[in-house]
Protein backbone atom coordinates (compact mmCIF):
# COMPACT_ATOMS: atom_id res chain seq x y z
CA UNK A 1 0.00 0.00 0.00
CA UNK A 2 1.34 3.18 -1.10
CA UNK A 3 1.50 6.06 1.79
CA UNK A 4 -0.05 9.26 0.88
CA UNK A 5 0.82 12.72 2.23
CA UNK A 6 -2.10 14.01 5.12
CA UNK A 7 -4.91 16.89 3.49
CA UNK A 8 -3.32 20.31 3.97
CA UNK A 9 0.49 19.44 4.23
CA UNK A 10 3.40 20.64 1.66
CA UNK A 11 4.04 17.50 0.21
CA UNK A 12 0.09 17.00 -1.01
CA UNK A 13 -0.08 20.77 -2.11
CA UNK A 14 3.28 19.98 -4.11
CA UNK A 15 1.85 16.65 -5.60
CA UNK A 16 -1.16 18.63 -6.53
CA UNK A 17 0.93 21.44 -8.24
CA UNK A 18 2.98 19.20 -10.33
CA UNK A 19 0.32 17.32 -11.58
CA UNK A 20 1.21 13.80 -11.13
CA UNK A 21 3.06 13.49 -13.87
CA UNK A 22 6.68 13.18 -13.70
CA UNK A 23 9.03 14.92 -15.43
CA UNK A 24 12.81 14.64 -15.93
CA UNK A 25 14.76 16.97 -14.77
CA UNK A 26 16.82 18.53 -17.44
CA UNK A 27 19.97 17.71 -19.12
CA UNK A 28 23.15 19.40 -17.69
CA UNK A 29 24.62 19.37 -20.92
CA UNK A 30 21.69 20.67 -23.58
CA UNK A 31 22.76 20.38 -27.35
CA UNK A 32 22.00 23.27 -29.43
CA UNK A 33 23.07 23.44 -33.01
CA UNK A 34 24.14 26.81 -34.44
CA UNK A 35 21.42 28.99 -36.27
CA UNK A 36 23.88 28.60 -39.01
CA UNK A 37 23.61 24.57 -39.43
CA UNK A 38 20.22 24.20 -40.93
CA UNK A 39 20.55 26.62 -43.91
CA UNK A 40 23.89 25.29 -44.54
CA UNK A 41 22.69 21.79 -44.55
CA UNK A 42 19.95 23.01 -47.17
CA UNK A 43 22.37 24.79 -49.32
CA UNK A 44 24.62 22.18 -49.36
CA UNK A 45 21.71 19.31 -50.48
CA UNK A 46 20.83 21.87 -53.70
CA UNK A 47 24.06 22.65 -54.85
CA UNK A 48 24.68 18.66 -54.80
CA UNK A 49 20.92 18.19 -56.58
CA UNK A 50 21.34 20.76 -58.99
CA UNK A 51 24.71 19.36 -59.92
CA UNK A 52 22.84 16.35 -60.42
CA UNK A 53 19.69 17.95 -62.47
CA UNK A 54 22.52 20.23 -64.46
CA UNK A 55 24.44 17.57 -65.48
CA UNK A 56 21.66 16.02 -67.02
CA UNK A 57 20.36 19.10 -68.87
CA UNK A 58 23.81 19.36 -70.52
CA UNK A 59 24.44 22.93 -68.92
CA UNK A 60 27.83 22.30 -67.11
CA UNK A 61 30.79 22.45 -69.78
CA UNK A 62 31.88 19.41 -70.62
CA UNK A 63 28.49 17.83 -69.34
CA UNK A 64 27.00 15.24 -69.61
CA UNK A 65 29.65 13.48 -67.43
CA UNK A 66 29.81 10.78 -65.02
CA UNK A 67 32.57 12.93 -62.79
CA UNK A 68 29.77 15.68 -62.78
CA UNK A 69 27.31 12.98 -61.60
CA UNK A 70 29.62 11.52 -58.83
CA UNK A 71 30.61 14.73 -57.62
CA UNK A 72 27.00 16.02 -57.16
CA UNK A 73 26.67 12.66 -55.36
CA UNK A 74 29.51 12.93 -52.86
CA UNK A 75 28.43 16.88 -52.03
CA UNK A 76 24.63 15.56 -51.47
CA UNK A 77 26.04 12.75 -49.22
CA UNK A 78 27.97 15.67 -47.33
CA UNK A 79 25.03 17.21 -46.67
CA UNK A 80 23.24 14.37 -45.39
CA UNK A 81 25.90 13.17 -43.18
CA UNK A 82 26.01 16.87 -41.28
CA UNK A 83 22.15 16.85 -41.20
CA UNK A 84 23.12 13.56 -39.00
CA UNK A 85 24.62 16.35 -36.36
CA UNK A 86 22.08 18.55 -36.10
CA UNK A 87 20.34 18.62 -32.74
Do not use: C, E
Not at 26 to 45: E, N, Y
Amino acid sequence: MARTAAKGTAAASKRRRQGGRYTPPTPRQVRVSPKWLAPLIGLILLIGVSMIILNYFDVLPASPTNWYLLGGIVIFAGGFGLATQWH
